[in-house]
Each structure stands twice: as structure tokens, then as C-alpha cells.
């Protein structure tokens, strides 16, 4: 679906440009009943920043045509909510196209060429509050005449609060988020290849203090950070590079308790097509695809093995036929630079056919194939008895734990059983 959530500044104005709507495409499959976790991603509220927008409407097609090809993007649309606003600023993304490093709305307030709010620091979380902002309104970082003033701001904040839970009704800087707490929220710009995190007060930095300086649930935050980076090379922190304050990613967890990332991404604002085909959209794309299959539980399930590799045969099988699934269980994937992030030896594998355990499966053990599950990577193979398995395509998944018990993200394959009769 495709939803209208606001209006942009021009849109509202009187006597300027027309404007545009702020629209979120939202993908699921409707036929499964919820309630499902949610991935937001937003793009383009950085008008120059063009990589963002495409980035996400890359991923869009990519499941929308991999669903019922590719058993993850199938299970994913299933079983979660994406949900893409393409476009926080329409209009500054309008001025942009035309070949102008435009970073802020298009807020007229009389400051001549270099008019517009920073909607990226006009969030109403200790707006202001950090020094990572300007108050000057012709400033590139003008944070506007009051927190939430601009109506793509106000757009962008409402919808956060309709999609997800509010999981921190306490909104300081020093009370934890529970770890059973859904949704992820991921903020597109570009560029440097870093992945960051609130607070915005903190520079780039490791959770090598305590809150307030650094979130309360910092290390959870780094966790994901540090899976996205190994699939990406992105340097993974908590914080800002600089003191950002009003931001996105702080307002999302300041405010509901939901970990926001800003993903800084390529190597310029107007990146070249060939670099971003070549190397920006691919390292976007697998950090998306691990992103969407860990919003249920993003605090907890990061400091799992990733299941890699699962395998089944590609040709049908008949019902009653033995068939062996494989997967390598990994806890080492992560990007840590600091050299901090714990790896456990794979305590555990296991496979749900067809109906995963939210919704009532019942889980297959999978054995270690050298016999004991002591190392931090391991293979864990099955042997499925197909007795009894419904004509058709089924839908393996397959998840590890280590020792510390920490189950981690679902990879999943499909096996297809045709009876002969």
C-alpha cells in the first residue's frame, strides 16, 4: 500500500511551488494476520543526498519481486511490516534534482539563497539541547524556530508513533528499553560508510561510559550496528561523527524506545551511478536484508549466530523421501574494530517447516556435523522425514543459539514435495 502521511512545506504554503505529498509505501502480505514487527526506513531528508531514496527504492522491488523466489524476502513479507518513507523532504529533494546541494526544507523565512529548516535537527528530542545544531536560520544546521515546527517533521515523527509501540514512556536519557521491545528505525544519508546511533550528543565513539552520556541500552544498540558492519565494511559507532542534536535516530529511541540508526552511505551527495550500482546499493542491500529479519526482537536476537548457507535440495522430492537440510551456524559476524563484542561457541540448531515459532511451530533439532557443538562456527545438518508432507512448496527456517543463550536471525529455504500419483 501506499500512504499519504503529510503534507510538505510548500504544500501548505500559499502563493509558492505546489508541493508535495510525504508518502510511505508499506509492504507486507495482508493475508497474514498480525500483529507483525516493523522496520522503518526513511531517505532524502537531506535534500543532496541522492543515494538514499533510490537505496530504498531498490530494496522495495527487490522484495516485492523476490517474494515467492527468494524464502527469506517470502517469510519477511509474511511475517513483518516494511514500511519506506522514499522522500521525508519532497520539496528540498525538488531543488536538489536540479543539480543544487540543497540540505534543508524549503521553509521560507527571508534568509535569501540559503532559506529552509534542517529537518534533521528538528525533532522534538532535546531539540537544541547539544550544541549540535544552529539557530542562526541561515546556517546549513538551522534547527528551526521551535522543536517539530516543520510539517515534514511532524509527518515523519506521527507515523513513527503509528507503526510502532511505544516502548519507553519515560523519555530521559537513563531508563533502559526492555529487551523484549519490537521495531527497528533506520534513517538513509550519505555519506562516509558509518552506521550511528544515539545519542547525537556523543562523539563517534565506543559505549565506554555510562548514561547520559551514552544510551542506556548501548552495548544492544553496537550490536546491531556491528552485524550490519560485517556485511558492509561500515564503520559501525554509537554516537554522531559530530554533536548532532534533533535528530532522527535520537528521537526514535529518545521518544519510543525504538534503536535508530543514521547509515551514512558511499562516498559523495551526488554519487556517481557507477559507484552507486557497484558499491553503495550492494552494501546497503545486505545490511537491509539483515535488518528485516530482526525487527521482532532487535535487542536480544543481534547477539545470536547468524544461520548462513541453509541448503535443501533444489529438485522435488517425493513424499516419504529422506531429505538432508545443512546450515553453517556463525557467532563471529560481526565488524569490531575495538575488539569487544563477544563470540560463543553454537550451543544449539534448529528448523521450523512451514509455521515459525511466534506463530506456533514446533521446533526440529538439527545435530552438529562433527558430532558436538563447541565451536563459534559450526555445520548442523537434518534429515527430514518427508512422510506425510503436503504437494507443494514448504518454507524451512533455521536459527542457532550459543552458548550464552542467544538465539539469533532466521535464514530460511524452501523444499519443494511433489507426490508422483
Excluded at 531528508?45 to 541522492?50: K, M
Excluded at 552458548?403 to 536471525?409: F, K, L, P, R, T
Amino acid at each position: 500500500a501506499l500512504a499519504d502521511i503529510g503534507d510538505s512545506w510548500d504544500k501548505l504554503t500559499a502563493g509558492g511551488q505546489p508541493g508535495y505529498d510525504l508518502l510511505a509505501l508499506q509492504l507486507t502480505n495482508s493475508a497474514v494476520a498480525g500483529p507483525k514487527p516493523v522496520l522503518l526506513v526513511s531517505a532524502a531528508i537531506h535534500a543532496r543526498e541522492y543515494t538514499t531514496a533510490e537505496a530504498a527504492l531498490r530494496f522495495a522491488e527487490w522484495l516485492v519481486g523476490a517474494y515467492g523466489l527468494d524464502a527469506d524476502a517470502t517469510w519477511v513479507l509474511d511475517h513483518h511490516e516494511i514500511h519506506l518513507v522514499l522522500h521525508a523532504n519532497p520539496d528540498g529533494s525538488k531543488i536538489a534534482e536540479g543539480g543544487d546541494l540543497w540540505r534543508k526544507n524549503r521553509h521560507n523565512d527571508s534568509c535569501g539563497a540559503s532559506f529552509g529548516v534542517d529537518l534533521n535537527r528538528n525533532f522534538n528530542f532535546y531539540w537544541g539541547a547539544w550544541g549540535g545544531s544552529s539557530g542562526a536560520s541561515c546556517d546549513e544546521t538551522y534547527r528551526g524556530t521551535a522543536a517539530g515546527s516543520e510539517p515534514e517533521t511532524q509527518a515523519v515523527a506521527a507515523y513513527m508513533a503509528t507503526v510502532f509501540t511505544d516502548w519507553r514512556p519515560v523519555d530521559d536519557l537513563v531508563t533502559p528499553v526492555p529487551d523484549n521491545a519490537s521495531g527497528i528505525y533506520v534513517d538513509l544519508h550519505s555519506y562516509a560508510n558509518q552506521i550511528l546511533s544515539a545519542w547525537g550528543q556523543t562523539p563517534s565513539a565506543t559505549c565506554s561510559g555510562a548514561p547520559p552520556s551514552w544510551p542506556p541500552n548501548c552495548a544492544q544498540i553496537l550490536r546491531l550496528g556491528r552485524k550490519w558492519a560485517y556485511l558492509s565494511g561500515f564503520d559501525p559507532r554509537v554516537g554522531s561523527l559530530y554533536a548532532v542534536d534533533g535528530s532522527t535516530k535520537d528521537y526514535s529511541y529518545g521518544r519510543l524506545g525504538i534503536p535508530g540508526y543514521t547509515w551514512e552511505m558511499g562516498s559523495d551527495f551526488f554519487e556517481s551511478c557507477s559507484s552507486f550500482t557497484s558499491a553503495v546499493l550492494p552494501d546497503t542491500l545486505a545490511m537491509l536484508k539483515y535488518a528485516m529479519r530482526v525487527p521482532r526482537t532487535p535487542y536480544q536476537t543481534p547477539a545470536g549466530p547468524d544461520a548462513v548457507n541453509v541448503a535443501a535440495p533444489a529438485l522435488p522430492v517425493a513424499p516419504g523421501d529422506p531429505v538432508g537440510i545443512t546450515a553453517t551456524l556463525d557467532d563471529t559476524r560481526y565488524l569490531d574494530p575495538d575488539g569487544v563484542e563477544p563470540s560463543q561457541p553454537i550451543a544449539a540448531a534448529e528448523l521450523y517447516l512451514d509455521t515459525p515459532p511466534w506463530a506456533g511451530g514446533t521446533p526440529i533439532a538439527m545435530n552438529a556435523v562433527d558430532g558436538t557443538f563447541n565451536s563459534t562456527v559450526e555445520a548442523a545438518t537434518v534429515t527430514l522425514d518427508t512422510t506425510g508432507y503436503a504437494s507443494g512448496r514448504h518454507l524451512l527456517y533455521v536459527r542457532g543459539r550459543d552458548s550464552a543463550n542467544n538465539w539469533g536471525a532466521f535464514s530460511a529455504v524452501f523444499l519443494t514435495v511433489i507426490d508422483p500419483a
